[in-house]
């Protein structure tokens, strides 16, 4: 009997939700960072819902207050991601009887740290019980707002369009996944003052995301190793595919370029801003400006790229 490992995670997702119903006020359902519902003429509602799971997204030794961290951050990296803010959120606990009750305890002082530090609120949620030995899970859902003209989606880019990512990437193993920031201030920035074309957030790694954005957007896109911000002693391959770096990836058209570097400077000095290539047409004829040149047109399978091979997949076997 075929088993999920047998399938990879988006061909998965793709599989799950074929037939699935939208109504008109559904604006964006499966397929981007958050789903998003009309509001207003001028506002939309953003709806997001991650979990972080033991042994997966952390270890037992982990300190708790930074597995809370976690969980509520990725979720409010999602709204970065689509120009908007977090607004409130729901916490699903499932924890075995043998759960010590202070590492609950400073999971949700890691959880009321993120929604201080970027003003939503916890409003509710749900626990539940599990088999002794078994891992523990916490499940975050959340609404965030996004005013209509700063709504920002991975579908937007257009060949030609240069790809930038913000900070550094790889080596979040190290323990930067639990303790990034997520770029809610870069996000809303961007969206009103350069307006991306098309933008996500990295969470499975540059080699998984950046083909995902492609799809979406229709484009193929050619990017250079030798321009990957590398995370201190990384490599370049550990860039693209070690994932959980929680950065900004987008997409601007190259007349933008020079006031968004020169804007960039100004207002966000101590964050990193790399260009590290540009979109293409859906059947380019590729000429690599440099020797480590990576490029794929959009009709590829970004599941089945042989030079992005890689990023995070949960479904996959070792």
């Not at 599989?15 to 006020?25: A, D, N």
């Not at 033991?54 to 999602?78: M, Y």
């Not at 859902?141 to 930038?164: A, F, Q, W």
């Not at 260009?275 to 400006?289: D, F, R, S, Y």
Request: charged residues 25%; glycine residues 8%.
């Amino acid at each position: 009997m075929s088993t999920i490992s047998h399938i990879k995670e988006d061909a998965l997702i793709q599989k799950l939700t074929e037939g699935i119903t939208t109504f008109p006020e559904v604006l964006v359902g499966i397929g981007d960072d958050c789903a998003v519902i009309e509001k207003t003429e001028n506002e939309h509602t953003l709806l997001k819902t991650d979990t972080v799971v033991e042994n997966i997204h952390f270890t037992p030794q982990e300190d708790p207050e930074r597995v809370g961290w976690k969980a509520a951050a990725r979720v409010v990296s999602d709204f970065a991601s689509m120009g908007g803010k977090p607004e409130a959120l729901m916490v699903t606990i499932i924890l075995p009887p043998d759960t010590e009750q202070d590492w609950i305890q400073k999971v949700y002082n890691g959880l009321k740290t993120v929604a201080r530090k970027f003003g939503f609120s916890i409003v509710g949620g749900e626990t539940s019980s599990t088999a002794i030995g078994s891992p523990k899970i916490i499940s975050i859902s959340g609404t965030g707002t996004v005013e209509s003209h700063n709504l920002t989606l991975r579908s937007g880019g257009k060949p030609s369009d240069l790809i930038y990512v913000t900070g550094t990437l790889g080596g979040s193993i190290r323990g930067k996944h639990l303790d990034f920031t997520p770029r809610i201030k870069e996000g809303l920035w961007l969206a009103r003052h350069i307006k991306p074309t098309a933008m996500m957030d990295l969470s499975d790694g540059v080699a998984k995301d950046l083909p995902r954005l492609c799809k979406s957007s229709s484009c193929g896109f050619e990017i250079f190793k030798s321009r990957i911000p590398l995370s201190h002693n990384c490599t370049a391959d550990q860039a693209l595919r070690d994932g959980e770096d929680y950065e900004l990836l987008f997409t601007i058209p190259k007349a933008s370029k020079q006031e968004l570097e020169t804007a960039w400077k100004k207002y966000f000095p101590d964050l990193q801003l790399t260009q590290i290539g540009h979109l293409m047409e859906k059947t380019p004829e590729v000429v690599a400006e440099e020797a480590s040149a990576i490029h794929a047109p959009p009709e590829t399978d970004p599941q089945q790229m042989n030079q992005l091979e890689g990023g995070w997949d949960h479904f996959q076997k070792d």
